[in-house]
């Protein structure tokens, strides 16, 4: 069965880096554009982020631009979000799918989510 699976979360102060990963396994990585996704505290999803299945052409939310940066390795079935910079206002659940999640969590593809504190 499908299975993405997101590690790397963690509490981090302002101006932090953390590296998110995203593993992917039953279904073929290599032919989907993948997403990032994220939900903060009482709020809806908001997309971050967007990387097509060869990695050549990347699109982020004005929020994170500059900060984010979105990969994959298709070899290793893995996404990833180097992220750097960090504000308190990325404190969120951060999720990796196959959509951007305009249609919620329900349509598609998605992980658990691992948490992100940006917090001092």
């Known amino acids: 069965q499908v299975q993405l699976v997101e590690s790397g979360g963690g509490s981090v102060q302002p101006g932090g880096s953390l590296r998110l990963s995203c593993a992917a396994s039953g279904f073929t990585f290599r032919s989907y554009w993948m997403y990032w996704v994220r939900q903060a505290p009482g709020k809806g999803l908001e997309w971050v982020s967007t990387i097509n299945n060869v990695g050549g052409r990347k699109y982020y939310a004005d929020s994170v631009k500059g900060r984010f940066t979105i990969s994959r390795d298709n070899a290793k079935n893995t996404l990833y979000l180097q992220m750097n910079s960090l504000k308190s206002e990325d404190t969120a659940v951060y999720y990796c799918?196959?959509?951007?999640?305009?249609?919620?969590?329900?349509?598609?593809?998605w992980g658990q989510g691992t948490q992100v504190t940006v917090s001092s």
């Open positions: 799918a196959d959509n951007d999640g305009r249609l919620g969590r329900g349509s598609g593809y």
